[in-house]
């Protein structure tokens, strides 16, 4: 018995160093005790002990670093791991060493420091930022009709062009010493979302010169004479960019782009230069229609050793003016019904001098790398804001439709299962401002975060479309109609871009985010893969050996923790927060030791085929999805000063994150080949079996009425989850209709309710609605101020729900036709208005 107790006191103290992940001479010293404690009072045998002692010493030298493990024990699993782990390409290397590690790398840890999270700055505007947002972006906003853009001129007018260059909109990242604004992240996803909520088009033609393309690259890799030339022309639009990647036969598989170039001599301006002559066909360009100037990835080769002695020099980036010769920029494509330029190119052995690849003759065939560093940054801010004014645009209006429409004399928004889809919005819109937000300042606090980037850009775009099926969903037939007052069904249709672009959202979720995230956020894997690749042997069993028993250490520390947490339901857990939020801090620490274990199992079982298994790897980046995205919702609370009437859209994103990383534990442990370990997994993440089979529940429908409660209604949180979106002054404008109707209809309720009444009281005989509040007024039992108030009530009800109507042939006629050839035209700089004006062309009206 004695011996029992001896051997069950060592687990418990095993294991609390194994939570702990406490030093190895800790685990040494409690072995030493326990072996000591036997032999005094446990009454075993001496050669039993004289085992233990030897399988005691053996464990001791395995666990202190020393250079009997590394040539006993190491140098044979590095010799192994090295024959095993598949060869690294030079575009894989750069892709997994792109950017930089985060807060994915804290919940990856299993241990995520909170305190450290929630100290990082809020982010903020700077006053020349806000007044920019205020000002021109506000007068940017006002000058763009959508639907006479995308329905009737098929293209920017002329002027909002010229506006756009004017106040320097295509210049946000560039720097003030290039003649560029200088914003920061989050101006630059500020401005993008607030274009959103107004005009895909404008939104989009402003964000790609601001996103991946010529100038992000020139700012990072350009030379010097380089960034004077064409930085300052961009910044003010005398120069249109566009980053010409995807090739029909290599769309996400971008590195596999069968464009190439060929170092050689040529003649240049008059004389013989070193140059390329480059060879590439392009498609799904945006601005590339109106482009001056054609960013290039290329792969280079140098059969003549002209730069040095390889033949295959790899992908490299170019800027070639699109007035060169040769070069063919080709048509229109037409994304569903986006009408952002848009379109391919191509050429045929076009030469250019070496100087054209960017950051000169030092940077050729390094092109994927600078596009993976530069990507990072790019998706973690256009596409998110993009999503974000998708989830606040549905928020504001879809709350507002709900209250102003009725069925069955009650607002639709107040039926249930219209509160299910609204509840939705307004959770979803939440959690998307937040992972927006804190992704932005991540970005200008100097991170380049590659794995976050792809997690904000798949979860953003998604929840978007959720959000505006729901938004669909609720507008029903206001919402198919075409027409200049339907202010959801442009963004409807072209959401599945959003879905497409910067790595298509399946692959983006099942080869990326875990795939890449399993690499660079886990403490050890990146260091073990990079030690098999080591050329120099000695380091190579040195960064291997620390590594690889590093990794061993945390994945039993990971189990520990998981279990003891799912015991507890990390009730002991030190955690910041309120008596609202402290649980959720808890629970998410709990389940980013269970993801941190997981991972490990997953990777130790499948190896290399878990790449291949794109289910199972996007299960686990679910789950360090979730969480990222949790956190965020966490900080924006803390950073807005905890505001009570925020607490449903927390609740509601918070658990929503939390049932769908159950979700996806559950759908991993369901598909894991070995079952007896998936069972075992299972277990110890969630050792208790609850009464609706689940630990965590989705949001509950009390939550849900609490949500759609603040959304109906005008008031703090509404207007703080629908920032940011334009509302203009016009009251004939569909958004400013509704929010009319919707203060209207608030105003009119109660005397609505007086009117009820009376009419159950048979005070009232009428049966027509205009007669009975007549005869309400005439009985004195509502005011003349208050049939007022229902009279406006009515009037901008039926303003809102009516929806547009065309003639038979819908408005075709010549003038739609000369628009888009005027337009075009015009934009491409080559004719002027009066010139196409004099040739039959017609301006259109800017009012329109």
Same mark, same amino acid.
């Given at each position: 018995?004695?011996?029992?107790?001896?051997?069950?006191?060592?687990?418990?103290?095993?294991?609390?160093?194994?939570?702990?992940?406490?030093?190895?001479?800790?685990?040494?010293?409690?072995?030493?005790?326990?072996?000591?404690?036997?032999?005094?009072?446990?009454?075993?045998?001496?050669?039993?002990?004289?085992? &233990?002692?030897?399988?005691?010493?053996?464990?001791? #030298?395995?666990?202190?670093?020393?250079?009997?493990?590394?040539?006993?024990?190491?140098?044979?699993?590095?010799?192994?791991?090295?024959?095993?782990?598949?060869?690294?390409?030079?575009?894989?290397?750069?892709?997994?060493?792109?950017?930089?590690?985060?807060?994915?790398?804290?919940?990856?840890?299993?241990?995520?420091?909170?305190?450290?999270?929630?100290?990082?700055?809020?982010?903020?505007?700077?006053?020349?930022?806000?007044?920019?947002?205020?000002?021109?972006?506000?007068?940017?906003?006002?000058?763009?009709? %959508?639907?006479?853009?995308?329905?009737?001129?098929?293209?920017?007018?002329?002027?909002?062009?010229?506006?756009?260059?004017?106040?320097?909109?295509?210049?946000?990242?560039?720097? *003030?010493?290039?003649?560029?604004?200088?914003?920061?992240?989050?101006?630059?996803?500020?401005?993008?979302?607030?274009?959103?909520?107004?005009?895909?088009?404008?939104?989009?033609? #402003?964000?790609?010169?601001?996103?991946?393309?010529?100038?992000?690259?020139?700012?990072?890799?350009?030379?010097?004479?380089?960034?004077?030339?064409?930085?300052?022309?961009?910044?003010?639009?005398?120069?249109?960019?566009?980053?010409?990647?995807?090739?029909?036969?290599?769309?996400?598989?971008?590195?596999?782009?069968?464009?190439?170039?060929?170092? +050689?001599?040529?003649?240049?301006?008059?004389?013989?230069?070193?140059?390329?002559?480059?060879?590439?066909?392009?498609?799904?360009?945006?601005?590339?229609?109106?482009?001056?100037?054609?960013?290039?990835?290329?792969?280079?080769?140098?059969?003549?050793? &002209?730069? $040095?002695?390889? %033949?295959?020099?790899?992908?490299?980036?170019? /800027?070639?003016?699109?007035?060169?010769?040769?070069?063919?920029?080709?048509?229109?494509? /037409?994304?569903?019904?986006?009408?952002?330029?848009?379109?391919?190119?191509?050429?045929?052995?076009?030469?250019?001098?070496?100087?054209?690849?960017?950051?000169?003759?030092?940077y050729v065939g390094e092109g994927w790398k600078m596009l993976m560093n530069c990507l990072a940054a790019g998706r973690s801010i256009s596409l998110p804001a993009l999503s974000a004014a998708t989830g606040k645009m549905g928020a504001l209006t879809t709350g507002a439709y709900g209250r102003v429409r009725q069925q069955f004399r009650v607002s639709v928004g107040k039926m249930e299962g219209v509160e299910e889809a609204i509840a939705r919005i307004g959770g979803n819109a939440y959690v998307m401002e937040a992972a927006?937000?804190?992704?932005?300042?991540?970005?200008?606090? $100097?991170? *380049?975060?590659?794995?976050?980037?792809?997690? #904000?850009?798949?979860?953003?775009?998604?929840?978007?479309?959720?959000?505006?099926?729901?938004?669909?969903?609720?507008?029903?037939?206001?919402?198919? +109609?075409?027409?200049?007052?339907?202010?959801?069904?442009?963004?409807?249709?072209?959401?599945?871009?959003?879905?497409?672009?910067? $790595?298509?959202?399946?692959?983006?979720?099942? /080869?990326?985010?875990?795939?890449?995230?399993?690499?660079?956020?886990?403490?050890?894997?990146?260091?073990?893969? &990079?030690?098999?690749?080591?050329?120099?042997?000695?380091?190579?069993?040195?960064?291997?050996?620390?590594?690889?028993?590093?990794?061993?250490?945390?994945?039993?520390?990971?189990?520990?923790?998981?279990?003891?947490?799912?015991?507890?339901?990390?009730?002991? #857990?030190?955690?910041?927060?309120?008596?609202?939020?402290?649980?959720?801090?808890?629970?998410?620490?709990?389940?980013?030791?269970?993801?941190?274990?997981?991972?490990?199992?997953?990777?130790?079982?499948?190896?290399?085929?878990?790449?291949?298994?794109?289910?199972?790897?996007?299960?686990?980046?679910?789950?360090?999805?979730?969480?990222?995205?949790?956190?965020?919702?966490? *900080?924006?609370?803390?950073?807005?000063?905890?505001?009570?009437?925020?607490?449903?859209?927390?609740?509601?994103?918070?658990?929503?994150?939390?049932?769908?990383?159950?979700?996806?534990?559950? $759908? /991993?442990?369901?598909?894991?080949?070995?079952?007896?370990?998936?069972?075992?997994?299972?277990?110890?993440?969630?050792?208790?079996?609850?009464?609706?089979?689940?630990?965590?529940?989705?949001?509950?429908?009390?939550?849900?009425?609490?949500?759609?409660?603040?959304?109906?209604?005008?008031?703090?949180?509404?207007?703080?989850?629908?920032?940011?979106?334009?509302?203009?002054? %016009?009251?004939?404008?569909?958004?400013?209709?509704?929010?009319?109707?919707?203060?209207?209809?608030?105003?009119?309720?109660?005397?609505?309710?007086?009117?009820?009444?009376?009419?159950?009281?048979?005070?009232?005989?009428?049966?027509?609605?205009?007669?009975?509040?007549?005869?309400?007024?005439?009985?004195?039992?509502?005011?003349?101020?208050?049939?007022?108030?229902?009279?406006?009530?009515?009037?901008?009800?039926?303003?809102?729900?009516?929806?547009?109507?065309?003639?038979?042939?819908?408005?075709?006629?010549?003038?739609?036709?000369?628009?888009?050839?005027?337009?075009?035209?015009?934009?491409?700089?080559?004719?002027?208005?009066?010139?196409?004006?004099?040739?039959?062309?017609?301006?259109?009206?800017?009012?329109?």
């Amino acid at each position: 018995m004695t011996a029992l107790l001896i051997i069950f006191a060592a687990i418990a103290v095993f294991w609390i160093l194994a939570y702990r992940r406490a030093h190895p001479l800790a685990w040494v010293a409690t072995g030493a005790a326990t072996l000591w404690a036997l032999a005094r009072f446990g009454g075993w045998p001496p050669t039993a002990l004289a085992v &233990l002692w030897i399988i005691f010493a053996v464990v001791a #030298v395995l666990l202190y670093p020393s250079p009997v493990r590394r040539n006993l024990v190491s140098r044979p699993l590095l010799d192994l791991f090295r024959r095993i782990l598949p060869q690294m390409s030079d575009t894989e290397r750069d892709a997994i060493e792109a950017g930089t590690v985060w807060w994915d790398g804290e919940l990856f840890s299993g241990t995520p420091n909170w305190k450290k999270l929630l100290a990082y700055p809020r982010p903020t505007l700077t006053a020349e930022e806000r007044a920019f947002l205020d000002g021109p972006v506000e007068e940017l906003c006002k000058l763009v009709n %959508d639907w006479a853009i995308t329905h009737e001129l098929h293209d920017l007018p002329p002027h909002v062009w010229q506006f756009i260059k004017d106040h320097g909109f295509l210049g946000m990242i560039i720097p *003030k010493s290039y003649g560029g604004l200088g914003f920061s992240a989050l101006a630059h996803s500020e401005v993008v979302m607030k274009l959103s909520t107004r005009s895909g088009t404008a939104a989009v033609s #402003v964000m790609v010169p601001n996103s991946l393309g010529p100038a992000e690259l020139l700012l990072h890799y350009g030379t010097e004479a380089q960034k004077r030339h064409y930085l300052p022309r961009l910044a003010k639009g005398l120069e249109i960019p566009c980053f010409a990647l995807t090739s029909p036969e290599a769309g996400s598989d971008a590195g596999a782009i069968p464009d190439f170039g060929v170092v +050689c001599r040529g003649e240049w301006q008059g004389r013989e230069v070193l140059g390329m002559r480059l060879t590439w066909e392009k498609r799904y360009i945006t601005l590339g229609p109106i482009a001056t100037l054609l960013g290039l990835a290329f792969r280079l080769y140098d059969p003549d050793h &002209l730069l $040095g002695d390889k %033949d295959d020099i790899g992908i490299t980036l170019g /800027l070639i003016p699109t007035d060169t010769a040769g070069v063919h920029i080709g048509r229109r494509h /037409l994304p569903l019904n986006a009408v952002f330029m848009n379109g391919p190119n191509w050429g045929k052995d076009v030469f250019v001098p070496l100087d054209y690849v960017i950051g000169g003759k030092e940077y050729v065939g390094e092109g994927w790398k600078m596009l993976m560093n530069c990507l990072a940054a790019g998706r973690s801010i256009s596409l998110p804001a993009l999503s974000a004014a998708t989830g606040k645009m549905g928020a504001l209006t879809t709350g507002a439709y709900g209250r102003v429409r009725q069925q069955f004399r009650v607002s639709v928004g107040k039926m249930e299962g219209v509160e299910e889809a609204i509840a939705r919005i307004g959770g979803n819109a939440y959690v998307m401002e937040a992972a927006r937000v804190m992704t932005a300042g991540a970005v200008d606090l $100097g991170e *380049k975060p590659s794995v976050i980037s792809a997690i #904000v850009k798949y979860h953003l775009t998604e929840r978007g479309r959720a959000v505006i099926n729901d938004a669909m969903d609720v507008h029903a037939g206001k919402g198919i +109609c075409m027409g200049p007052n339907n202010y959801l069904a442009r963004t409807y249709q072209q959401t599945p871009i959003a879905i497409t672009v910067e $790595g298509a959202n399946i692959l983006t979720r099942s /080869l990326i985010i875990f795939g890449q995230g399993a690499i660079r956020g886990h403490p050890y894997v990146l260091k073990e893969m &990079l030690a098999a690749h080591e050329p120099d042997r000695s380091k190579a069993l040195h960064d291997f050996d620390a590594a690889f028993f590093g990794h061993i250490a945390f994945t039993a520390s990971s189990k520990a923790r998981a279990f003891w947490m799912g015991l507890t339901s990390a009730r002991f #857990v030190s955690a910041p927060g309120d008596r609202h939020t402290r649980r959720y801090y808890q629970q998410l620490t709990r389940l980013s030791s269970g993801f941190a274990w997981t991972a490990d199992v997953a990777m130790f079982l499948l190896g290399g085929s878990l790449k291949r298994r794109e289910r199972l790897s996007a299960r686990l980046g679910d789950i360090l999805s979730n969480l990222y995205l949790a956190s965020a919702a966490l *900080k924006r609370y803390e950073d807005a000063g905890r505001p009570a009437d925020d607490l449903p859209f927390l609740h509601w994103g918070l658990q929503d994150t939390l049932w769908r990383i159950e979700e996806a534990f559950y $759908g /991993l442990f369901a598909n894991l080949p070995n079952r007896f370990v998936a069972w075992l997994m299972r277990g110890i993440l969630f050792p208790f079996v609850y009464p609706y089979g689940r630990e965590f529940e989705p949001p509950r429908d009390r939550l849900g009425h609490e949500v759609v409660g603040l959304l109906l209604q005008p008031g703090p949180a509404r207007d703080r989850l629908t920032a940011g979106v334009f509302i203009p002054t %016009d009251p004939d404008e569909p958004i400013a209709a509704l929010e009319a109707a919707l203060r209207a209809v608030i105003a009119a309720e109660p005397i609505g309710s007086k009117i009820r009444k009376a009419r159950e009281q048979g005070r009232i005989e009428s049966a027509f609605a205009d007669q009975i509040v007549e005869e309400a007024v005439a009985k004195g039992l509502i005011t003349a101020e208050e049939k007022t108030a229902m009279d406006l009530a009515k009037r901008l009800r039926r303003q809102v729900v009516m929806v547009d109507d065309f003639p038979r042939d819908l408005g075709k006629s010549e003038i739609f036709q000369s628009t888009q050839a005027v337009t075009f035209e015009s934009l491409r700089g080559r004719t002027s208005w009066p010139e196409l004006e004099q040739r039959g062309g017609t301006r259109p009206n800017p009012a329109t």
